[in-house]
């Protein structure tokens, strides 16, 4: 090769590398983790301070603030208000278009917090100790800072994804989600761009008690709401004439054939994986009874160990709690009605129509009607078969490597099941690592997310949205 050609070889290679390192994003090891995690601690302080708990909600007091810190950065948001007071918010991030949106997902509103049972203010954004306490610390708004702070690096890196990243904090979650996203995916359906994901509440990174990790958890199928309410009528008068057709009486009979109906076990795939996944992590007795779950309900005496853990046993069968039973509000009188309300939860698969006609024929004859009290739909379940499921694993991977990811199963709801229905693949997943005793705290007294787990999490969905995107 001439020495003419050597050299416009040589100026073709710079030229090159300096077009590639223009258009390649900034390495992850280029940024300071520990000074994004102390914007992420003031920033959740800060919303820590605004009291949403529901009811009344006050969620529009936080989206402001939302908007506002979205704004520093040149975000626009806008922000749904369906009734005085409550508010929703999106924000959206562009990328290429070549993939479907990706939504971070939190809510605003928290529960109600009692300050006489706290060590600190619950709603003064405490930072002491290593952790930022107040109500709502967890359940939801350390997700939410997580997610925000994730998506403000990415755009300040000038990072562009494969798809629009969507940051949408909605209302009234603690109480059904009908004003948050439940108005959202009615209403405002158009601007989520026919998400393709959706990162939501209910999962996390279980630890035992000195903070090993365990499994990463992730909430891919929820328990459905399906409650109903029983009402007996019978004739009223004098409580010192007792009477067998009585309200009460019908009422009491009915609930008792209830609580005693021997639901059937159903063992659904994605409850069997989850079991059989966590099954290392029990006591040694119980590890050959999860490991294989399917037989483990045949053998009686397996069944009654298995009933030991509530929460275990609950993902097995469908359930019913009687939670209200009201009848006279004096105690000598037979009142003409009384009436019951039952906080039943079905499978994944399971027909809730189904279910009532079933729990009809059990009080056939007892005197009592038994009806939906409007609190119900289809148990939400995402597929483990998606780009989703494998970009956690994947980084999960890269954090802890051998700590295995499990799919699970809620007996409770989230708002996930509004964006299900609209066909996303939504996975409930906080990446947090949370014990079983910092866990009570939630819904609980002093709760609180250490800034440590503040920092990773934050890392985490920053490099899960990369993970999305290929990079």
Not at 265 to 283: C, G, S
């Amino acid at each position: 090769m001439s020495t003419s050609l050597r050299v416009l070889a040589s100026i073709l290679s710079l030229l090159a590398t300096a077009a590639f390192a223009a258009s390649s994003p900034p390495a992850r090891s280029t940024l300071d983790w520990n000074r994004i995690g102390d914007e992420a601690t003031q920033l959740l302080s800060a919303y820590l301070r605004i009291n949403t708990a529901n009811p009344p909600g006050n969620e529009k007091a936080a989206a402001d603030f939302l908007r506002e810190t979205l704004a520093r950065d040149g975000i626009t948001a806008t922000i749904w208000e369906p009734v005085a007071g409550k508010a929703n918010l999106l924000a959206r991030v562009p990328g290429s278009g070549r993939k479907r949106p990706m939504i971070l997902l939190h809510h605003m509103d928290v529960v109600p917090a009692a300050r006489a049972f706290w060590t600190v203010d619950p709603f003064g954004g405490v930072v002491k100790d290593g952790y930022v306490w107040g109500r709502g610390a967890i359940d939801t708004k350390g997700l939410g800072i997580a997610e925000l702070v994730a998506l403000l690096t990415l755009k300040r890196q000038g990072i562009m994804l494969d798809r629009d990243v969507i940051y949408l904090a909605t209302s009234d979650e603690e109480i059904g989600g009908v004003l948050g996203a439940g108005d959202v995916t009615k209403h405002h359906a158009d601007a989520l761009g026919k998400a393709e994901f959706v990162l939501n509440e209910g999962g996390n990174i279980v630890t035992d008690e000195t903070g090993k990790p365990l499994y990463y958890g992730v909430l891919a199928a929820e328990k459905a709401p399906f409650w109903l309410e029983v009402t007996a009528r019978g004739m009223p008068g004098h409580g010192s004439i007792p009477r067998d057709d009585s309200a009460p009486n019908k009422l009491v009979r009915a609930l008792e054939k209830i609580r005693t109906w021997p639901l059937p076990l159903v063992i659904t795939p994605v409850v069997e994986r989850y079991i059989r996944a966590i099954a290392p992590t029990v006591d040694p007795a119980l590890r050959p009874l999860y490991a294989d779950i399917r037989r483990a309900v045949e053998n009686p005496a397996a069944r009654q160990q298995l009933a030991k853990n509530p929460r275990v046993y609950a993902l097995l069968r469908n359930t019913i709690s009687i939670t209200v039973i009201e009848g006279s509000n004096k105690t000598n009188v037979i009142p003409p009605l009384a009436r019951a309300e039952l906080d039943v939860r079905l499978l994944p698969g399971q027909d809730p129509q189904a279910f009532l006609a079933d729990i009809r024929r059990v009080a056939t004859d007892l005197g009592v009607e038994i009806r939906p009290l409007g609190i119900g739909w289809p148990p939400p379940e995402s597929s483990l078969d998606s780009a989703f499921y494998d970009a956690i694993a994947a980084v999960t991977k890269r954090h802890d490597p051998g700590v295995p990811v499990v799919p699970l199963v809620s007996t409770g709801f989230t708002d996930s099941h509004y964006f299900m229905e609209l066909g996303m693949t939504c996975y409930g997943f906080a990446p947090f690592k949370i014990s079983e005793r910092e866990r009570e705290r939630v819904h609980g007294n002093d709760e609180r997310l250490s800034v440590e787990n503040l920092r990773r999490g934050t890392q985490y969905i920053y490099e899960l949205l990369q993970e999305l995107s290929g990079r």
